[in-house]
């Protein structure tokens, strides 16, 4: 694995930390009815993501989640500005304001998706893979999904092509307690989600996925094995969303002594305890950190509420492939 240095652990403070804050604003703005339609957010998940970024090699590896998926292109490199800008619907949003929350996507930079169908992008995912290793591209892809999805068909269809085909894949759960206001407690009579991979003989194990480390040694081990052809692994992440599933849900099914317990093992603040303890950083320049996160949130917000919002006519273009589709008068014109 490569060495955790200080560096390393400034830099997940900082990502981490604008993760957070650039979805605390997306909030904001969701409230003021500049962010339309759903909106779910990361807050608490950070680690799991924060942990793989170290893992991969970002010029050939790929991932793919649901649509909990706002901090995941921004890590793989995609312009924060226009992830805010497509959240608000503009012109300027990494898919022209035309995906919105739930399907932010960056060919360019490996990021897949945004998926809002439940365990929808688990056999995908198992296809980026598989044309990583047709094309030998060296690549692997992350594949992501949350605990509600772990009980889908298409997972085991999955995991069952990817272990036969020995995929460059690694499949991960994100296991937040939660699928919508129901907790796996009420979905399966086992709670070990990891375990489902032993009935592949897939690798499969539970990751504390509050701990960026222990999210990067798993994660490090998952890929290289994919790496060199040994097929894929499935990681149980232990994790926890602090806020409710989407904007409106009133969260009737937990109790905010819950919430605060996980707070107590927040990622951000974990990877801040050691900073201090190392002494890799002073107070001031934590302040500057800081600092930099809240001046680059608001630069993302003015990006995206001075850009335009598309021009109506895209309503059609990006509909239908065929330039003389019947059914589209001004086509035809
Ligand atoms: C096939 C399908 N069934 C139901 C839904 C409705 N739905 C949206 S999110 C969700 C819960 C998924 O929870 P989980 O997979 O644990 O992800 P989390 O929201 O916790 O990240 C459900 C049932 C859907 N979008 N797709
Ligand atoms: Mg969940």
Same mark, same amino acid.
Request: glycine residues 10%; negative net charge; proline residues 4%.
């Given at each position: ?22 979805? +605390? ?22 680690? !799991? ?10 010029? %050939? ?107 460059? !894949? ?59 052809? +040994? ?41 801040? +305890?050691?900073?201090?303890?190392? %002494? ?14 809240? +001046? ?38």
């Amino acid at each position: 694995m490569k060495e955790i240095t200080k560096e390393v652990y400034l830099k997940w403070y900082e990502d981490m930390q604008f993760w957070r804050k650039f979805e +605390d604003k997306l909030a904001a703005l969701y409230i003021q009815q500049k962010v339309r339609g759903f909106l779910h957010l990361y807050n608490g998940q950070e680690a !799991v993501l924060a942990g793989a970024l170290h893992a991969m090699d970002l010029s %050939k590896d790929k991932m793919i989640t649901a649509y909990r998926n706002h901090p995941q292109p921004i890590g793989m490199g995609v312009d924060p500005r226009r992830v805010m800008a497509e959240l608000l619907g503009k012109a300027t949003g990494t898919s022209k304001g035309l995906g919105g929350s739930m399907h932010i996507f960056s060919k360019e930079k490996g990021f897949y998706g945004g998926h809002g169908i439940v365990g929808g992008q688990i056999p995908l995912g198992a296809g980026l893979a598989f044309a990583d290793k047709y094309f030998e591209t060296g690549g692997v892809t992350l594949t992501y999904f949350g605990d509600g999805a772990a009980r889908q068909g298409s997972l085991h269809e999955a995991f069952n092509m990817a272990m036969l085909w020995k995929l460059p !894949v690694v499949f991960i759960v994100e296991n937040n307690g939660y699928a919508m206001g129901t907790s796996v407690e009420r979905t399966a009579n086992h709670t070990d989600i990891w375990k489902l991979g032993l009935g592949y003989e897939m690798p499969c194990g539970p990751v504390d996925g509050m701990n960026p480390v222990k999210v990067a040694e798993a994660m490090s081990e998952a890929i290289d094995r994919a790496r060199r052809g +040994d097929g894929p692994t499935f990681l149980e992440m232990k994790t926890y969303r602090y806020r409710g599933h989407s904007m409106s849900d009133a969260q009737h099914y937990r109790t905010k002594d819950e919430v605060e317990e996980y707070r107590k093992i927040d990622p951000i603040t974990q990877v801040l +305890d050691i900073i201090k303890e190392n %002494k890799y950083a002073t107070d001031e320049e934590i302040e500057t950190i800081d600092a930099r996160v809240k +001046d680059l949130v608001a630069e993302c917000e003015q990006f995206a509420e001075e850009s335009p919002y598309p021009d109506l006519s895209v309503m059609y273009d990006v509909v239908y492939d065929q330039e003389n589709y019947p059914f589209l008068p001004h086509k035809l014109q």
